[in-house]
C-alpha cells in the first residue's frame, strides 16, 4: 500500500507538464548521445550533467535518468550498425546484432533490441518499486561503524568483480581515494595534498575526473587505434524495423531471461551491465536448441544481453536509492548529480525527499515508454548521426569536454586538469587498469572517511567497534571473503596442477 | 631482465610504489589520532600504506613470473597519434586563456582534422571554424554557458 501511495505521489509529480518535458528531453539527447560511438552511458551523463545545473533538483534528476536510460538505449546502435560497441556492456551485442545486419536483418535486430530494452527496463523498474522500501526501512539501523563497513563491503564486490586484476583494481580504487582527499580536510580544515595551489584548496570536482577519464581518454583511445568503419545501410523505414513474428517468437526466453538476470547482476556494486550482458548470452546460449548458431546472428543473441543490460540500470539504483552507494561509474555521476542538488540518496530519501525519490521512479516508467516510442520508428533518424564523421565527432566530444570542465566553476586551472585526467585515463587503459575503481574510490571516499572517523570518535579511537556491531561485523566478514577469495582459489588451482608433477 | 625493465606491470607498480610512500610521509606530518579522535592524516596513511604495499606486489609478481609481457610496440604510430592529439589538446585548452574558446577551439579541431584524418585545408578550415562557431553560438549565445574569452571578447 505505501509503495502505490508513493508511486501515485509520484506520478502526480512526473506528469507535470514541465517534468515530462525533462524526461523526453533527456531520453530524447540520451539516446543521440548514446549513439556516438565511444561515449558509454557514464560519459554521456558526464557530459550532459551541465545541462541540467539551473534546474530544479526533481526536474534535473529526472532528465538524468532520462539521459541514463536514452544512453543505453542508444548504446546498442552502433553494436548493431558498425560494429563498435558504445559501451563495455554493448560488446556482447555485436556478436549477434552485427551479424544480423550483415544478413540483411539490421531493422530487425534493431527492432529487437529496443523491445528487449522495453521489456527488461520495465521489470528493473517495477523490482526496483518493490524492493526499494523495504531495503531502506532496513538501513535506517545503520549508524557510520555500519556505513563504513557497506562501503568497504560494496567496495570490494568492485575490484574483485570490475577487472582482471584484483591487485590493478584494489590500486585504482585506493587512487581514487587519495584524489577525493585533495583540499580540505572536512573535520579540521587541515589543507591536503594541494602543493601550495590555492585552486586545489576546494579539491577536485567530480565532474573533471569522470569527463576526463571517460570521455577525453576514450577519444584518445579510438585515435590510437585508428580504426576504418564503414558503416551498413540504414534501415530508413518502420516496416524495415520491425522483427518478424518467428524471430520474436524465438526471443520469449531470451525477453525473460535478460530482464531476471540483468536486474540481479544490477544490484550488485562492481558486478556492471558488461557481466549482465554476458551472463544472460551465456545462459541464452546454453538452454538453446542451436548453440551453434549463437555468432551467426540470431535474434536470441541480441534480446538477451540488451535485455540484461537494461534490466541492470533498475537494479543498480536499488543500492543507489536506498543505501547512497553506487554500484558502477554510472551510477557514481547520479549520485555526484543528486548531492549537488542537496538530495542525499540512502535511507532517508524516501522520508526527506518522497517527492524526488517516486518522481524518479515514476519518471523511469514513463521514460521506457517514451524510450520504446522514439526507438522503434526514430532509430532511422537517429542513425544519421552514424553518418558524421569522426573528424567532426572527435573535435564535438572534446569541444562537449572542455565546456563542460569549465562550467565547473569558470577557472581555466579545471581545463588542465581535465586533460591531466584525460591522460591518466588513457594509460590507466594501456596498463590494464580498469577506471570504475578509480571514479568509485572517489565518489565514496569522503563519505567512507568521514565514517570511519566518526566510528572511531564515537569508540574514543577503538578500531573494534567496527567488528562488536553485528551488521557491520557481517558486512566486513563477507568483503574480507570476496577480497580472499580470488587468491586463494588461484593458490588451489596452482596446487592442484602442480600434484601430477 | 634488460626486457623487464619495460614491463608494464613493473613501470606501474614502481610509479604507484613512488605515490604510495608520498601519500603515507606527507600524511605523517599531519595529526593521525587526537583527543576528539583520528586527525586529518589518519585515513591518507592507511591508504597510503597499502598503496605501497599493493604496487610493491604488482612490480615483485611482475618481475617474477615466466613470461613478460612488454609495451606494445606494434601500435607506437598510433600511440604518438595519440599523445601528441593530447598535447595539443592541453596546450590549446591552457592557451584559452588568452586565445580564447572560440580561437583555441578552432585551432584545436584544425589540428585534429589536418593530422590525425589527414583531410585537405579546406576541411580543415571549415570543420575547425564551423565546429567552433557552432559551439559559441549553442553554449554562449543561446545557453548564456561562461566559456574562456579572448581580447576580442569571445
Given at each position: 500500500m505505501e509503495v502505490l501511495n508513493g508511486l501515485g505521489q509520484g506520478f502526480s509529480v512526473a506528469l507535470q507538464p514541465m517534468n515530462l518535458l525533462w524526461c523526453l528531453v533527456g531520453c530524447f539527447l540520451g539516446t543521440i548521445v548514446g549513439?556516438?560511438?565511444?561515449?558509454?552511458p557514464a560519459a554521456t551523463i558526464a557530459l550532459l550533467l551541465?545541462?541540467?545545473?539551473?534546474?530544479d533538483p526533481t526536474g534535473g534528476i529526472i532528465m538524468l535518468c532520462g539521459i541514463y536510460f536514452g544512453a543505453k538505449y542508444g548504446g546498442s546502435t552502433t553494436s548493431i550498425l558498425?560494429?563498435?560497441?558504445?559501451?563495455?556492456?554493448s560488446v556482447v551485442t555485436c556478436l549477434d546484432g552485427y551479424q544480423m545486419a550483415r544478413n540483411g536483418r539490421a531493422g530487425a535486430a534493431l527492432g529487437i533490441s529496443a523491445i528487449a530494452s522495453f521489456i527488461a527496463g520495465t521489470f528493473g523498474i517495477v523490482a526496483l518499486t518493490v524492493m526499494a522500501p523495504p531495503i531502506a526501512s532496513f538501513a535506517l539501523r545503520f549508524s557510520s561503524p555500519e556505513y563504513f563497513a557497506l562501503m568497504v563491503l560494496g567496495l570490494s564486490l568492485v575490484v574483485v568483480l570490475g577487472g582482471s586484476s584484483l591487485i590493478k583494481a584494489l590500486l585504482a580504487l585506493l587512487v581514487g581515494l587519495w584524489l577525493t582527499s585533495i583540499?580540505?580536510?572536512?573535520?579540521?580544515?587541515q589543507s591536503r595534498?594541494?602543493?601550495?595551489s590555492s585552486f586545489l584548496i576546494s579539491g577536485i570536482d567530480f565532474m573533471i575526473v569522470a569527463i576526463g577519464v571517460f570521455a577525453i581518454a576514450g577519444v584518445m583511445e579510438s585515435i590510437q587505434a585508428g580504426e576504418e568503419n564503414t558503416p551498413l545501410p540504414v534501415p530508413s523505414s518502420l516496416r524495415e524495423l520491425l522483427p518478424s513474428m518467428e524471430e520474436l517468437k524465438a526471443c520469449r526466453f531470451a525477453f525473460a531471461n535478460g530482464s531476471i538476470v540483468g536486474f540481479l547482476v544490477g544490484v550488485?556494486?562492481?558486478?556492471?551491465s558488461s557481466i549482465a550482458s554476458f551472463i544472460a548470452y551465456g545462459i541464452e546460449k546454453s538452454v538453446?536448441?542451436?548453440?551453434?548458431?549463437?555468432?551467426?546472428?540470431?535474434?536470441e543473441g541480441v534480446a538477451a544481453p540488451e535485455g540484461a543490460n537494461n534490466a541492470d540500470s533498475g537494479g543498480a539504483l536499488v543500492p543507489l536509492l536506498?543505501?547512497?552507494?553506487?554500484?558502477?561509474g554510472t551510477t557514481a555521476i547520479l549520485l555526484s548529480a543528486l548531492v549537488l542538488w542537496g538530495v542525499k540518496p540512502g535511507p532517508l530519501m524516501m522520508i526527506e525527499s518522497p517527492q524526488v525519490f517516486w518522481g524518479l521512479v515514476a519518471s523511469l516508467y514513463i521514460g521506457n515508454i517514451v524510450l520504446l516510442v522514439l526507438n522503434l520508428p526514430l532509430v532511422p533518424v537517429f542513425a544519421?548521426?552514424?553518418?558524421?564523421?569522426l573528424y567532426v565527432l572527435f573535435p564535438i566530444i572534446f569541444g562537449l569536454s572542455l565546456v563542460g570542465a569549465y562550467s565547473?566553476?569558470?577557472?581555466i586551472m579545471n581545463l588542465a586538469l581535465l586533460a591531466g585526467f584525460g591522460l591518466v585515463g588513457y594509460v590507466m587503459a594501456k596498463f590494464n587498469f580498469p577506471t570504475a575503481p578509480l571514479i568509485l574510490g572517489f565518489v565514496l571516499g569522503d563519505a567512507m572517511e568521514r565514517a570511519v572517523r566518526q566510528s572511531l570518535t564515537m569508540s574514543q579511537g577503538d578500531p573494534t567497534i567496527l567488528v562488536e556491531r553485528p551488521i557491520s561485523a557481517v558486512m566486513l566478514g563477507f568483503a574480507a571473503l570476496i577480497l580472499m577469495a580470488p587468491p586463494l582459489m588461484a593458490a588451489l588451482r596452482r596446487r592442484r596442477l602442480a600434484v601430477p608433477h | 631482465m634488460a626486457s623487464r625493465r619495460f614491463d608494464k606491470d613493473v613501470l606501474a607498480g614502481l610509479a604507484l610504489a613512488t605515490l604510495g610512500s608520498f601519500i603515507a610521509l606527507r600524511a605523517?606530518?599531519?595529526?593521525?589520532?587526537g583527543e576528539d579522535g583520528p586527525g586529518p592524516g589518519f585515513f591518507p596513511l592507511g591508504y597510503g600504506v597499502l598503496m605501497l604495499a599493493l604496487s610493491l606486489v604488482l612490480t615483485l609478481r611482475a618481475l617474477l613470473r615466466p613470461s613478460i609481457h612488454t609495451l606494445e610496440t606494434g601500435g607506437s604510430a598510433g600511440h604518438m597519434r595519440a599523445i601528441l592529439t593530447w598535447a595539443v589538446f592541453a596546450a590549446s585548452a591552457l592557451a584559452m586563456q588568452m586565445t580564447g574558446f572560440v580561437l583555441g577551439f578552432a585551432l584545436l579541431t584544425m589540428f585534429i582534422v589536418a593530422?590525425?584524418?589527414?583531410?585537405?585545408w579546406r576541411s580543415m578550415v571549415l570543420v575547425g571554424f564551423g565546429c567552433s562557431a557552432g559551439f559559441w553560438l549553442v553554449f554562449?549565445?543561446?545557453?548564456?554557458v561562461e566559456l574562456p574569452a579572448g581580447p576580442w571578447g569571445f
Open positions: 549513439i556516438l560511438p565511444g561515449l558509454g551541465p545541462l541540467t545545473y539551473g534546474m558498425l560494429n563498435i560497441p558504445g559501451e563495455a556492456s583540499g580540505t580536510d572536512l573535520f579540521t580544515s595534498f594541494t602543493f601550495g550488485l556494486p562492481g558486478a556492471g538453446s536448441k542451436h548453440p551453434e548458431k549463437f555468432g551467426t546472428g540470431v535474434p536506498t543505501l547512497g552507494i553506487p554500484g558502477g544519421q548521426i552514424l553518418r558524421i564523421p565547473v566553476s569558470d577557472n | 605523517t606530518s599531519w595529526d593521525l589520532m593530422y590525425v584524418f589527414r583531410r585537405g554562449t549565445q543561446l545557453l548564456g
